[in-house]
C-alpha cells in the first residue's frame, strides 16, 4: 500500500500541468498547477509557516516553508514522511539520537541531532525517511520549500 501511495504522489507531481479549469477542491484529490503555485506564493517569507493542501484520510499532503532560523528534529514512530523540495536548499541530518527529546503523541521532537547521515538537498530533490527515525533540517539556505506526506504504517 506504501508503495503504491508514494508512486501515486510521484506521478501526480510529474505530471502536473498547466491547464485552465477552475480550481478543484482538495477533497477530489487534485491541485492544478496554477493552484499549486499559488499556494507555493503564500507561504510566508520571513517564518516557517505550513498549509495542508490535500486530505485524503489518513493522509495529508502540507506544504512546509522554513526559513534560517532554528529548526526542530522529529521523529514519527509510525509514520514514514516524503518530502520533495519545491524551491531552496539547506541540509537533512536523518538518523542519529534526538537532543533533548519531547514526546507528543506519536512523535517526537528535540533540539537537534547527535550523529546521522548528513546530506544537501536543493530544488527538485526527494527524501523518504522511514518511521521511527530522526529526522532534521539542520541549515535550510535562505528559504526551503518542502511539499511532505506522511505515510502512515498500515495495519
Known sequence: MRTITVATVLIALSSWGTRAQAPAPAHEG??????????????????????????????????????????????????AELFYVVDGGGTIVTGG????????????TGSGIDGGTVKKIAKGDFILVPEATPHWFSTVDGQLTLMSLHLPRAK
Open 97 to 108: 539520537t534526538l537532543k533533548n527529546p519531547t514526546k507528543n503523541g506519536d512523535n517526537s
Open 30 to 79: 487534485v491541485v492544478s498547477a496554477a493552484d499549486f503555485a499559488a499556494i507555493v506564493a503564500r507561504q510566508p517569507k520571513d517564518r516557517n509557516g505550513n498549509q495542508t493542501f490535500l486530505q485524503l484520510a489518513p493522509y495529508n499532503v502540507n506544504m512546509e516553508h522554513r526559513v534560517n532560523v532554528p529548526q526542530n528534529a522529529s521523529i514519527h514512530d509510525k509514520d
